[in-house]
């Protein structure tokens, strides 16, 4: 990837973010939104890369060129779900509207005593998540989260929620590491939660169709998903502005048991199924895209041989659906 969001440099220093975490705490969640203001103009003034990607996105998702102001709002949007993180990670649900869809959907598949893989993305807040502690206080909800990327936020959440931090999963581990970890975690019954839609510089990948264009996903969630044959449950946290959040499951699979000989084709159909339905929720908020980079790889020489493999992958797609 030629702009990964990997080699990003991290937005707002430690001190900036334990000064907003301190301010939100003590002086409240009004005078912490005030302050947003400031903080989106100077990511708008000073992130050159982070407003172009903005804008180029918003101009995909709208049909047309954006305007400044709606990058300045997209900016604004993500600073405050990062604000409310300091709430929601510290228990405090009570001052959120949080409408919650699909739960049901999500019980059903915890209720077979199995463990269950929540996939969510950088589509709004997967820490509106938090509203199943106050649903089943029983269930253990697992994290698998890269420490090592924004080490001054990682560090600042986890201080606020020490159990949160004490049932994190890192990511920066090795590959077999990560699954028994994750094994171990589901023979237990935990909830494991994954962000399924950012693709790292030497993950695997197969292209899907999203927004008018082919985009690279990661291969492994899926591959993870159909090794430990577990039920796969979708959870979209959209940020509705104010202090109202929309919290969606969907159950993705009952759980994946995909021949060797047709996993290659079927991965592709997942991803597919996946890039849809992720499309779909990115529509219907589009203020709560949080992937601040190429997301698209426009910007790469070689770029177009995505539009390419995104037209094979639907073909694969269908081909999958005749035969499984």
């Avoid at 077999?176 to 962000?195: F, P, R, W, Y």
């Amino acid at each position: 990837m030629s702009a990964s969001w990997k080699q990003r440099p991290e937005g707002g220093s430690r001190l900036a973010l334990w000064l907003i975490r301190g301010i939100a705490r003590h002086g409240g969640r009004g005078i912490g939104r005030l302050l947003l203001y400031p903080i989106t103009l100077y990511f708008l003034a000073t992130r050159a890369p982070e407003r172009r990607d903005s804008r180029e996105y918003l101009g995909r998702v709208f049909g047309r060129p954006a305007k400044l102001r709606e990058v300045a709002r997209h900016i604004h949007t993500f600073a405050a779900t990062i604000l409310d993180r300091v709430f929601l990670l510290g228990g405090q649900l009570e001052r959120f509207r949080i409408e919650v869809q699909g739960l049901d959907q999500l019980r059903a598949q915890m209720d077979k005593g199995r463990g269950v893989l929540v996939f969510g993305s950088h589509l709004g807040s997967f820490d509106a998540l938090r509203v199943l502690a106050a649903e089943r206080p029983d269930v253990q909800v697992k994290v698998v989260l890269d420490k090592a990327h924004n080490p001054a936020l990682t560090d600042m959440l986890c201080a606020l929620n020490p159990q949160l931090a004490a049932n994190i999963i890192d990511a920066g581990m090795d590959s077999t590491s990560i699954v028994m970890a994750i094994k171990q975690a589901a023979d237990e019954g935990a909830l494991v939660a994954l962000l399924v839609d950012r693709l790292r510089p030497e993950d695997p990948a197969l292209p899907a169709p999203f927004i008018g264009q082919g985009a690279m996903f990661p291969t492994s969630p899926w591959l993870i998903a159909a090794v430990l044959k577990l039920p796969v449950v979708l959870a979209f946290g959209l940020y509705r502005g104010g202090n109202r959040y929309q919290l969606t499951f969907e159950t993705f699979s009952e759980g994946l048991d995909l021949p060797r000989r047709q996993r290659a084709p079927a991965v592709a159909a997942l991803i597919c199924d996946y890039a849809a339905r992720l499309e779909h929720y990115t529509r219907s908020a589009p203020y709560n895209w949080f992937n601040f980079y190429d997301f698209w790889n426009t910007h790469h020489a070689d770029a177009s041989y995505l539009a390419v493999d995104a037209d094979t992958a639907v073909q694969r797609r269908t081909a999958v659906r005749r035969t499984v």
